[in-house]
């Protein structure tokens, strides 16, 4: 039988749009902005629908050949960041998650863990040890000071308490090792988890710039995010020819700044479909304690 519609059905729906045009709206503007003129955009004549359609600043960076090499890089670090911070995090997280009769030093290396996500060396530490490490200007240095997450491995004990301890108590009788528990066991029923970590990492690692910025002179080896950020309309009149002016003179620092945005935004865009499914799962596993 179906329902009937109420002022309370209507009043709640009219909300809900209203609230998810205010969430859409800014990304809305900021792509109209990057296909805009930038006349009307400096204007501000630009609210709803783009004006003078112009693709000038996207043709900018993609004309780029540094955008390829970044782009590359950017590439790289999520696959190796993420598959060594998903491994990490999962070896440390599986033996935090026993009871304390079976593993006593969990206690104190839990409170290791603590007083590093409270306290840091900072900055200039940070930047001498990658130096003293040879670690400078390579890929290794926007990896490795991140490889253990220790925020998402708190979150993934929670996930592994979850899972009944009498399973792991059963298949030893039957005599697998730790190994095999945590990767025939825990791992499998784990994944919405899982996904959700991956995600996190994701995010994290395609949106970093300033490790970037900070341990990379060679532009050639900058993280995408590194090289948008450092993108800016520079126009120098003495070494550029009549064609390479008009083009950059239909840009602005604002119509490139919105062109930026997009093109961070393209591979989380494409990925988080396929995952979001596992992430309201994720999330709110290990959240209730019974």
């Not at 991956?198 to 995010?225: A, C, E, T």
Request: hydrophobic share 50%; aromatic share 14%; net charge positive.
């Amino acid at each position: 039988m179906k329902k009937k519609m109420t002022a309370g059905h209507v009043i709640i729906i009219a909300v809900l749009i209203l609230l998810a045009l205010i969430c859409l709206y800014p990304m809305w503007y900021t792509l109209i902005c990057s296909i805009s003129d930038r006349v009307h955009v400096e204007a501000g004549n630009v609210w709803l629908l783009p004006k003078g359609i112009n693709f000038a600043s996207y043709r900018r960076i993609l004309s780029d050949e540094l955008y390829f090499s970044s782009f590359l890089v950017s590439v790289k670090r999520v696959a190796v960041g993420c598959t060594l911070n998903l491994l990490l995090m999962i070896l440390t997280a599986y033996p935090l998650c026993l009871p304390q009769r079976k593993f006593p030093a969990a206690r104190f290396i839990k409170w290791f863990f603590m007083a590093n996500m409270l306290f840091s060396g900072g900055l200039i530490p940070s930047y001498v040890l990658m130096r003293q490490y040879g670690l400078f200007d390579s890929f290794w240095a926007m990896i490795l000071p991140g490889a253990v997450p220790l925020w998402n491995i708190v979150l993934m004990v929670n996930f592994f308490r979850n899972i009944p301890y009498e399973l792991n108590e059963s298949v030893t009788i039957d005599g697998a090792n730790p190994l095999q528990i945590l990767f025939r066991i825990y791992v499998p029923l784990s994944k919405p988890s899982l996904a959700c970590m991956f995600l996190f990492q994701f995010v994290g690692h395609w949106n970093s710039y300033f490790d970037g910025l900070m341990y990379i002179n060679d532009r050639m080896k900058q993280p995408l995010q590194t090289y948008i950020y450092q993108l800016n309309v520079q126009i120098d009149y003495a070494i550029m020819s009549t064609e390479d002016i008009i083009a950059l003179l239909q840009t602005s620092n604002k119509t490139l700044q919105a062109a930026k945005v997009f093109v961070a935004l393209i591979p989380i865009l494409c990925i988080y479909p396929f995952i979001q499914k596992y992430f309201t799962a994720g999330m709110t596993m290990g959240a209730v304690k019974g």
